[in-house]
Each structure stands twice: as C-alpha cells, then as structure tokens.
C-alpha cells in the first residue's frame, strides 16, 4: 500500500479550485472576495470596492440597497419628507381644570387692573389734572364772591376710592369669568357628545 502523499490524495495530485466565471454572482449568504494584485495599494479601510456603477450585479445573490426616495419636482433638496401631519379632535374638557385655570387668569387680569389703575390716578396727579378740574369746579359751583362751598373733586375720584372701586370690579371680574368658564366647559361637553368636538390639524416639522 502506498503511502499518502503531501498533496491530499493516495498517488495523485491535488486538483487546484477552479474559479468561477466572470460576472457570476456570489452564492447567497457570503459576499464575493476582494482580490489585489501585487504591488497595488490598499484602499483605506471602510471604502467599498464593489461595482457600483450601471454594470454592478443585479442578480439573485446581489445585496439589495433601498430605494432612495425621489423629491417631487419643485421641492427643495432635503425638504421631503420632513413635516407631518395629525388630526386630532377635542371631544371634552375638564370642568375642574378650565375652572382652576380661568380662575388664575381672572385673578391675573384684576391684578393688572388695580396695578394700571393706581399708575394712571399718580400720573394724573403729578400732572396737576386733578388740581385743574378741582380749580374749576370750585369757580363753577362756588357760592358767594369768594367761592367756597364748592365741589371738592377729591372727594369722588381721591386715590384711596379709586383703588377701592378698582379692587371691587376685580373681584366681581374674577368670579363672573370663573363661574363663565366653568359653565362653558360643561355646555362644550354636551354639545361635543352630539357633534364630536372641534378637530384640529397638527403639523410638526422636522
């Protein structure tokens, strides 16, 4: 019996691999190797050196890419597909909540008044409007050549009444908006069970 020789066979040599034919595809599941000849350089690490032109393969076993998607004519580039949209519908609202919520914006809006109130009564003052209206009421109503026993204008619209009177509205604004808007929110909800709400289209862009 013979012995085995180095090549792989008993008394015969090894077949070398046949290599396939050009422009067949790679089986599937394993990617075509990447051959070089000697002396050329090698590409960088992460650079594709697969065809990539019109004659790249297309067969079964070629990998498949995407599809990029085509911008409509007149779109600017990179202006697809960046804004979308969604329709949404109130359908109820919470009574406590718009109550709370209205109570604190009244609250606000009195605030302001009383604030603007005061700063309109001291501009007034300063500018002597009062002393001029009270100057002339006095000349008007005044009994007797001097004039006294008139109409004393500070009596009426005197800082401490104005703020007073301003305090007051706020108060009665601050009550009637909430009691308003608490009753709104219950008739919006009775007649959203009838027509489905308010509908609202969302756009959020990218």
């Given at each position: 019996?013979s ?7 008993y ?15 790679p089986a ?10 000697k002396g050329q350089p ?8 697969g065809p990539?032109?019109?004659g790249?393969?297309t ?11 085509t911008p409509?004519a ?8 960046r804004m ?12 406590w909540s ?6 604190l ?14 700063v ?10 009062f002393?001029?209206?009270?100057k ?7 009994s ?11 009596d ?26 608490t ?24």
């Open positions: 019996m012995a085995m020789d180095s090549t792989g066979g008394g015969q040599p090894a077949q070398p691999p046949v290599p396939p034919p050009p422009g067949t595809p599937a599941g394993y990617s075509q190797p990447t051959t070089y000849t090698t590409p960088p690490r992460g650079t594709r050196t990539a032109g019109p790249a393969a067969g079964p076993g070629a990998p498949r890419r995407p599809a990029q998607p409509a007149g779109t600017p580039v990179g202006a697809a597909g979308r949209r969604a329709r949404l519908r109130i359908t109820r609202a919470d009574p718009v109550m709370k919520v209205s109570f914006l009244s609250l606000a809006v009195g605030i302001i008044m009383i604030v603007a109130a005061a309109l009564w001291t501009t007034l003052d300063a500018m002597g409007v002393d001029s209206i009270g002339t009421l006095k000349d008007v109503t005044g007797g050549a001097s004039g006294s026993g008139g109409v004393n204008i500070m009426y619209v005197g800082f401490g009444k104005v703020l007073t009177f301003t305090a007051l509205i706020a108060v009665v604004d601050v009550v009637l908006l909430t009691a308003l808007s009753l709104a929110a219950f008739i919006y909800n009775a007649a959203a069970g009838f027509t489905g709400g308010i509908e609202l289209t969302l756009t959020e862009e990218e």
